[in-house]
């Protein structure tokens, strides 16, 4: 699977970002979905996760009640809606799906249990 990510830019804190990371092919829904980042001189960490059906998400303790995933299955789209951000949540935002086939409602938040990347978008919040 192919994954195309947009969104990103340069925002102020408070601010908001959506995160859209679109799949090629009929099989999105047969693979649960992850956001991960990489901030300036640190390693990629875990941000959200979701499961196949939707029906689970799971998420880093920094972002909670502040960042939402969710997928269209029928859009072959994974979200990732930004509120409230902060400047330490300035970093390069990737897309991933994990291992295909999973439990419909499986959800992983290790960056080796990804197997598939889209590429980078670059989110920089300013003070």
């Known amino acids: 699977v192919q994954l195309q990510a947009s969104g990103g830019g340069l925002v102020q804190t408070g601010d908001s970002v959506r995160h859209s990371c679109v799949a090629s092919?009929?099989?999105?829904?047969?693979?649960?979905m992850g956001w991960f980042r990489q901030g300036p001189g640190k390693k990629r960490e875990f941000v959200a996760s979701?499961?196949?059906?939707?029906?689970?998400?799971a998420y880093v303790d920094s972002v909670k009640g502040r960042f939402t995933i969710s997928r269209d299955n029928a859009e072959n789209t994974v979200y990732l809606q930004m509120n409230s951000l902060k400047p330490e949540d300035t970093a390069i935002y990737s897309c991933?799906?994990?291992?295909?086939?999973?439990?419909?409602?499986?959800?992983?938040?290790?960056?080796?249990?990804?197997?598939?990347w889209g590429q980078g978008t670059q989110v920089t919040v300013s003070s």
């Open positions: 991933a799906a994990g291992p295909q086939f999973a439990g419909n409602n499986d959800i992983y938040s290790s960056v080796s249990t990804y197997y598939y």
């Open positions: 092919g009929r099989t999105f829904s047969t693979y649960p």
């Open positions: 979701i499961s196949r059906s939707g029906g689970r998400k």
